[in-house]
């Protein structure tokens, strides 16, 4: 993944198994603040235009949802070297957000997501492991 730079701030893109490109903004991770529906990654920016995802998910209300990912998904993504988190605020529905998610979660396989395979915790040693 490369970014440029705009005005707004850095903006993103993301491949999907798809094949689809999906355009996400990127902010640190705890200094982005909305209340609306979003698609959304925690990521590792390394500084030279790469990222590797940790986590990736919707929701109806962005601000809730963080709120509870506080003490679980966002604090286990900044133990894995997260740093950022990307929006995407652009889908029109719930549905288009699970399918958005869904194409992410396909091709990135971010290792919090990775249910059956070793989430939480135990997803959290086998990132280490890596």
């Given at each position: 993944m490369t970014f440029s730079t705009a005005t707004c701030?850095?903006?993103?893109?993301w491949r999907g198994a798809s094949g689809t490109q999906w355009i996400t903004s990127a902010?640190?991770?705890?200094q982005f603040y909305y209340e609306g529906p979003a698609v959304y990654l925690f990521a590792q920016h390394n500084g030279y235009g790469h990222c590797d995802a940790k986590y990736v998910g919707q929701t109806g209300d962005y601000d809730r949802r963080m709120s509870e990912h506080y003490r679980d998904k966002?604090?286990?993504?900044?133990l894995l070297g997260a740093n950022e988190?990307?929006?995407h605020l652009l889908?029109?529905?719930?549905?288009?957000r699970f399918?958005?998610?869904?194409d992410l979660?396909?091709?990135l396989e971010p290792i919090l997501n990775l249910q059956g395979k070793g989430s939480g915790l135990f997803g959290l040693?086998?990132?280490?492991r890596r």
């Open positions: 701030g850095r903006i993103g893109w902010f640190p991770i705890d966002m604090f286990l993504a900044r988190v990307h929006v889908a029109t529905s719930e549905a288009e399918r958005i998610e869904t979660r396909r091709q040693a086998a990132a280490f």
